[in-house]
């Protein structure tokens, strides 16, 4: 069974950081890009940043590039997403995401994405 088990989120002030991560089993992690996602209330999910298998290549979105980072240790299973300059619109629920197959593409389309995590709430205000 796939399972990705994010953590990491909180209350931040603006300009603060937070590390996330997101814990995953149950499939070959070494095998798939992963991404992050994010929602904030009221609004639909957006794409935030991706990796492909061997990390060789990121992405990330115009609105956290140079602030956040991806990145991720197949020998731990482990994804992680450092997010440094937090703005009040970085607010929403964060999950980390599998993609759906195997090999070294990275994608943006979220519907390419098969199993998401339950979420971490990552809030930033004075």
């Known amino acids: 069974e796939v399972q990705l088990v994010e953590s990491g989120g909180g209350l931040v002030q603006p300009g603060g950081s937070l590390k996330l991560s997101c814990a995953a089993s149950?499939?070959?992690?070494?095998?798939?890009?992963m991404s992050w996602v994010r929602q904030a209330p009221g609004m639909g999910r957006e794409w935030v940043s991706g990796?492909?298998?061997?990390?060789?290549?990121?992405s990330y979105a115009d609105s956290v590039k140079g602030r956040f980072t991806i990145s991720r240790d197949n020998a731990k299973n482990t994804l992680t997403l450092q997010m440094n300059s937090l703005k009040p619109e970085d607010t929403a629920m964060y999950y980390c995401?599998?993609?759906?197959?195997?090999?070294?593409?990275?994608?943006?389309?979220?519907?390419?994405?098969?199993?998401w995590g339950q979420g971490t709430q990552v809030t930033v205000s004075s």
């Open positions: 995401a599998k993609y759906s197959v195997a090999g070294l593409q990275l994608g943006r389309d979220l519907l390419r994405y098969d199993y």
């Open positions: 149950g499939f070959t992690f070494s095998r798939y890009a």
């Open positions: 990796i492909n298998s061997d990390a060789g290549s990121t």
